[in-house]
């Protein structure tokens, strides 16, 4: 019943400043965790960060100070917004949610968008 759906990615230049959406359908409860993660070729899902009942956040080391994970609950939309992108943060980017607290790995999120891809030359 849940539906995430991303928006936002593109081919852009390093150094540039672009941000995701996620728009959410489908789920509502007391507890919840949502999260972004990313997976380039040939290498595992990562997680880069998420965000506990749109409170307390986490960031992967290799994104900390440059992304910022929110979410406005009006609109039930999460958004990424990525700073100072690197040519090592192409990938193609997914939001994913789960009904309780959060956990850093992919298998643990039932819920998934079909991915957005960030290309970064």
């Known amino acids: 019943h849940v539906q995430l759906v991303e928006s936002g990615g593109d081919s852009v230049q390093a150094g540039g400043s672009p941000r995701l959406s996620c728009v959410a359908s489908g789920y509502s409860g007391n507890s919840y965790c949502m999260g972004w993660f990313r997976q380039a070729p040939e290498k595992e899902r990562q997680r880069v960060a998420d965000m506990f009942r749109a409170g307390p956040t986490s960031y992967a080391s290799s994104v900390k100070g440059r992304f910022t994970i929110s979410e406005d609950t009006a609109e039930n939309t999460l958004f990424l917004q990525m700073n100072s992108l690197k040519p090592e943060d192409t990938a193609m980017y997914y939001c994913?949610?789960?009904?309780?607290?959060?956990?850093?790995?992919?298998?643990?999120?039932?819920?998934w968008g079909q991915g957005t891809q960030v290309t970064v030359s």
């Open positions: 994913a949610a789960r009904d309780s607290y959060c956990l850093s790995h992919h298998s643990s999120f039932p819920y």
